[in-house]
């Protein structure tokens, strides 16, 4: 293993009955990369994600994060979860909780910080994504989208994660909020952040992917540099569906 390599995911397989999701997965993650998947819909992006983040359990393969085979963990599954952030698709934030109370939380139950140590550091995670002291106390439901998903996006920075997954982060947005989240994203992603992103938006991924790699039906079909994947892919599936994203 390279000392700077935090997730090694290799040969994974998963299957629901007789329908197999994933179909051999293998790659590695550097510190400090962000990794981008895209892929059509049921291709089995987020069922990878999950199985990262411990959600599920693969079948087959392993999944080697900081040093660690975490397929095989039979204990201190929270306290590796905690170190693997995860930013879902439609946010799920606790909508009874205030928008501080969502960031401070994880912090108080898992990571047994005090309270004012909490409230310090999620105050501090929630500037660094936009979301000025007005915000702080209000409810998901008196917040836009484009504010949840950043409010869901400093409750994993206050974790301090070795790495973040998203799923499809911005695809239950309203258009004129992409930008505002894509932008935290970006900026993270830039302050040497370790990502995997699953995304279709592609701007995004021609600035700041070190690789995207494009799945289909469980297999990882093409992987490479943005440009390459996005303007010149040499499998026929791939061209067929960048063609309708350009
Ligand atoms: P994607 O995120 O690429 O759209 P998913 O990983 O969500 O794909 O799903 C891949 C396939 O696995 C889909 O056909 C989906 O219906 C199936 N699937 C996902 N989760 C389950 C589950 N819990 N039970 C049965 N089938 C599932
Ligand atoms: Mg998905």
């Known amino acids: 293993m390279k000392s700077n390599e935090i997730l090694i995911v290799e040969d994974l397989w998963k299957s629901y009955g ?16 962000t990794k981008v998947i895209i892929g059509p ?35 201190n599954i929270s306290e590796i979860r905690s170190r693997i952030g995860f930013v879902f698709q439609h946010f799920n934030l606790f909508n009874h909780l205030t928008a501080l109370d969502n960031v401070a939380l994880g912090l108080i139950k898992v990571k047994r910080k005090s309270r004012s140590e909490a409230y310090n ?62 932008n935290v994203m970006e900026n993270l992603s830039r302050k040497g952040m370790t990502m995997i992103v699953v995304t279709h938006e592609i701007g995004f991924a021609i600035k700041v992917a070190d690789e995207i790699m494009f799945m289909d039906n469980g297999v990882i079909i093409e992987r490479g540099d943005p440009r390459s994947i996005i303007f010149n892919p040499k499998n026929e599936r791939v061209k067929k569906f960048m063609e309708k994203l350009l």
């Not at 936009?130 to 400093?154: C, F, M, N």
Request: net charge neutral; glycine share 8%; with cysteine.
């Open 121 to 182: 550091i999620a105050k501090e995670a929630l500037l660094s994504v936009g979301i000025t002291e007005d915000l702080w106390h209000k409810y998901p439901s008196q917040l836009s989208g484009g504010q949840q998903q950043r409010v869901a996006i400093a409750r994993a920075i206050a974790m301090e994660p070795k790495i973040i997954l998203f799923d499809e982060p911005t695809s239950a947005l309203d258009p004129e909020l992409v930008s505002e989240v894509l």
């Open 41 to 75: 819909s049921g291709s089995g992006k987020s069922t990878l994600l999950r199985c990262i983040n411990l959600l599920i359990k693969p079948d087959r393969g392993s999944i080697v994060f900081d040093g660690i085979d975490i397929t095989k963990l039979k204990s």
């Open 18 to 33: 007789n329908h197999i999701v994933l179909k051999g997965i293998s790659f590695n993650v550097r510190e400090g990369e």
